[in-house]
């Protein structure tokens, strides 16, 4: 089964500061990623999936992910947070028609 | 844009009641889901569906059974709440039964059982 690692429980970070957060999944074979984000009170929103193709990926609000087969990993990056950033965030890996989801990084941007 | 209603954004149940969560989808999609949110443990999914009256079980289906009747609905149903299932339910939907399909998600239902 597919398991996912948000290293970050919580990520503080100033505005206009870049930020990464991090994500690891386990298959070893062809997977499907997604970053979703939360804002207070909300449900999910999809920010960004990687199917195929380029190992970057963009997706909305300026966030960018870098797909890296060897090491495992769909990090996410903005290089200039908003305090509407402020939100959690959740990597997400599919697994049939389902997706296995982390357990979230909550971003807090700082004036 | 997809829409994905939860009828109820906040409940209060008191334990032993039964309680029913209802999730409508307007855009015809095939597969729904019912996940729960707690913190530090991030989504876990309770049962999905792929079609209407099929149902399968996710990671926690214990407590819990679900109903499609109709493709755009599908419900959630706690036969007996108890305080451990007191959480954020997240009903979701997308098109195809295939891999890479976006999951949309509705707004959430807080649910406190006492």
């Known amino acids: 089964a597919q398991s996912v690692t948000q290293l970050d429980s919580q990520v503080p970070v100033f505005e206009e500061a870049p930020v990464e957060l991090r994500c690891n999944y386990s298959?070893?074979?062809?997977?499907?990623l997604f970053w979703y984000v939360q804002y207070p009170n909300q449900g999910l929103q999809l920010l960004l999936k990687?199917?195929?193709?380029?190992?970057l990926v963009k997706g909305i609000n300026g966030f960018e992910a870098e797909f890296n087969k060897s090491q495992t990993s769909f990090h996410l990056r903005k290089p200039s947070v908003h305090i509407s950033d402020t939100a959690e965030y959740f990597c997400a890996v599919s697994e049939g028609d389902k997706l296995i989801f982390g357990t979230g990084t909550r971003l807090q941007v700082f004036p | 844009d997809v829409k994905v209603t939860q009828s109820s954004r906040y409940l209060v149940k008191r334990t032993g009641e039964k309680v029913f969560l209802e999730c409508v989808q307007d855009?015809?999609?095939?597969?729904m889901f019912w996940y729960r949110q707690d913190p530090g443990l991030g989504l876990r999914l309770i049962y999905f569906s792929y079609d209407v009256k099929m149902k399968e079980k996710g990671d926690i289906p214990e407590g819990y059974s679900v109903s499609r009747e109709k493709k755009e609905r599908f419900s959630l149903i706690l036969e007996s709440a108890s305080t451990n299932q007191t959480s954020m339910y997240l009903c979701?939907?997308?098109?195809?039964?295939?891999?890479?399909?976006?999951?949309?998600f509705g707004e959430g239902s807080w649910l406190t059982v006492v």
């Open positions: 855009m015809d999609h095939e597969n």
């Open positions: 979701a939907s997308s098109l195809f039964q295939g891999m890479g399909d976006t999951i949309y």
């Open positions: 990687y199917l195929s193709g380029s190992t």
């Open positions: 298959s070893s074979v062809s997977v499907y």
